[in-house]
């Protein structure tokens, strides 16, 4: 793990609300990056895509829609910005669903060890991504068909933006587990999944929509890994409800819509 980790670029940006750049913090293995005070954005993102040259992914918390979208919006032609994003908030509820906020997460916010130091920030987001790819690791043990069914969903070019399949395939890749199963086994995977932790006849409500965009994969994923908590101490994260509007009534549709059948244990329960 520590090679692949040594060979992403951790990021981290702190910004004004309205997504002005203040600070620019990364780390690629033993070497720093910072820009902070007064500087020429331009010419600082420039510095960090040659900085980055060797990185084969960028990973941070909320990389994809904050700090990348706020480099994109500087420079859009940055060479950094195409590389594969393992973006840490993304996997949190995936990797802890019994604790989704885990140590080092506050709802959708790293808990700072630091006050305003983004390079400190990027090497805890390295931390929370190596814990995570742990829990990956556990799970492929643990509950192997589970672990095949997120790789299943999460490691696909759906047509989105690919940076976040790319960036999921090298942190399964790193988990090691299962391979990813062809399309119509995946999906036969995942129903047989649903129906030990659903209603049984809870598949019927899955359609073509529901594999076709990241989006809707990814609301599966983080359906099934909550389904597979339910009961216990478990939260969906708000920033979950409000980022990804199909999770919600994804799962309505596979935990509150009772079948007629009189063996379903879930419905009859």
């Not at 395939?169 to 790193?174: A, D, G, H, N, S």
């Not at 983080?222 to 389904?227: E, I, M, P, S």
């Not at 309505?252 to 379903?264: E, H, T, W």
Request: hydrophobic share 45%.
């Amino acid at each position: 793990m520590m090679e692949f980790l040594s060979n992403c670029l951790l990021l981290d940006l702190e910004t004004t609300q309205q997504g002005l750049i203040l600070k620019i913090g990364a780390a690629l293995g033993d070497r720093e990056f910072l820009r902070s005070g007064r500087f020429d954005h331009g010419a600082a993102v420039l510095e960090l895509s040659r900085f980055a040259e060797t990185a084969s992914c960028v990973a941070g918390h909320n990389i994809v829609r904050h700090d990348l979208a706020a480099l994109a919006d500087v420079n859009p032609a940055s060479a950094l910005l195409s590389l594969p994003a393992a973006d840490t908030l993304f996997l949190s509820p995936i990797c802890f669903p019994e604790n989704p906020y885990h140590r080092l997460v506050k709802d959708y916010k790293l808990v700072s060890e630091s006050l305003n130091d983004p390079v400190a920030d990027a090497r805890l987001a390295g931390t929370l991504l190596a814990e995570e790819i742990e829990s990956l690791r556990g799970m492929a043990q643990a509950a192997p068909d589970v672990f095949c069914c997120l790789r299943f969903l999460l490691c696909r070019d759906t047509g989105g933006d690919t940076r976040v399949a790319e960036g999921m395939k090298r942190v399964f890749e790193e988990a090691a587990g299962p391979a990813s199963p062809a399309e119509p086994e995946g999906r036969a995977i995942l129903s047989a999944l649903i129906g030990r932790m659903a209603c049984r006849t809870a598949v019927r409500f899955l359609s073509e929509s529901d594999f076709s965009t990241g989006e809707a994969r990814w609301a599966l994923a983080y359906a099934l890994t909550w389904l597979r908590v339910a009961g216990a101490d478990s939260v969906l994260p708000p920033w979950v409800r409000l980022h990804n509007p199909m999770v919600v009534p994804l799962m309505a549709r596979l935990r509150d819509v009772p079948c007629d059948d009189p063996a379903c244990a879930y419905c009859r329960s």
